[in-house]
């Protein structure tokens, strides 16, 4: 026992002396600092005042929590692509980051797209919390005093679909052919992104505000996330791997769940609450940025694909019609 102590004070002494500081200093503040508590690791105290309702309807506060929920379930999934682009992090005993490993294995790119989904699945299941936790009379008051702000710009979200697929894939369905064959430009690719779409004017076509002050205050790191993760994204790593491990089932597996959570079970969910609070008979809703959700959410219109390579012609031809069905029109 002592001689293990012996030997992580000498190793501490190393540590410390490498960054040419005293050992000695920061144990006499070990002995001085109070234990941790789970209240201040967490700071749940603060996390718990994060919480500012617009309007006294009750029914709001369940709206804003669950979008903080899912935005930090975001920054899991950011967390884990960032991993997955380096190879994973070499950790040296000492606990120290030692940079990015060299090569990627099938086994971590497994586990850590395989986390991915898991964050993805359990998004998509706790939506019923939004689809049947609010009444709807509440909500459709309530969503007013929003006006112009709309999931729409949920930035890390658009951030997790540019660090999965090669850009070009981000692009509107109906132009992509065009620039598919040409070597254009991040910044010509983005001002046709297909979310575009989805935030204009019903009546004129024109970008709504909601657009207009997204593409303000994250356009430029869009663009710059887009060429930095060129060659570094969920499917460039895929093909770095050897050919075997790219015919792995495993592999395969996880990027076809990847794609469905995303592009499919994600943007439906969405689909169904909108069809429950802004579906009426005598004309739909609009939402509160404006956005064209009757065409912007259902991923048969969008055809929107992370890595259409491991997905057959009538995959992709009947892609999220199923979900739609089942989901949708048959349970109303």
Known sequence: MEYAIEEKIKLLEE??????????????????????????????????????????????????????????????????????????????????????????????????????????????????????????????????????????????????????????????????????????TIEELFDHIYWNKGATELASGKKTLTLKQFEQKYAKKFIQLAKDYSTKNIWQKYLSLNELDKQNLKVIGVLKELDINVNVNWPLVHYKSAVRYLQQTDGDVPATGGTNWQKYLPPRFQKRIFFPEIWTKEEIENWGKSWVETNVFRQG
């Open 15 to 184: 540590k410390y002396a490498h960054m040419g500081q005293d050992l000695s200093s920061y144990l006499d503040g070990l002995l001085l600092s109070n234990y941790l508590t789970y209240w201040d690791y967490t700071q749940v105290d603060t996390l718990l005042t994060l919480q500012n309702p617009r309007t006294d309807y009750p029914d709001e506060l369940i709206f804003i929590m669950y979008h903080q929920i899912t935005e930090l379930y975001f920054k899991l999934v950011l967390h884990e692509l960032e991993q997955i682009s380096c190879n994973g992090r070499k950790i040296l005993p000492n606990g120290k980051d030692d940079g990015c490993n060299e090569e990627l294995t099938a086994t971590f790119f497994v586990e850590r797209v395989g986390r991915i989904n898991r964050y993805f699945e359990a998004l998509t299941k706790s939506f019923e919390i939004m689809i049947n936790g609010m009444e709807k009379e509440q909500f459709l008051r309530y969503r007013m005093a929003l006006l112009p702000a709309s999931g729409f710009q949920s930035a890390q979200y658009r951030m997790i679909e540019i660090s999965c697929t090669d850009f070009i894939y981000l692009v509107d369905k109906e132009v992509r052919a065009r620039y598919e064959t040409k070597n254009a």
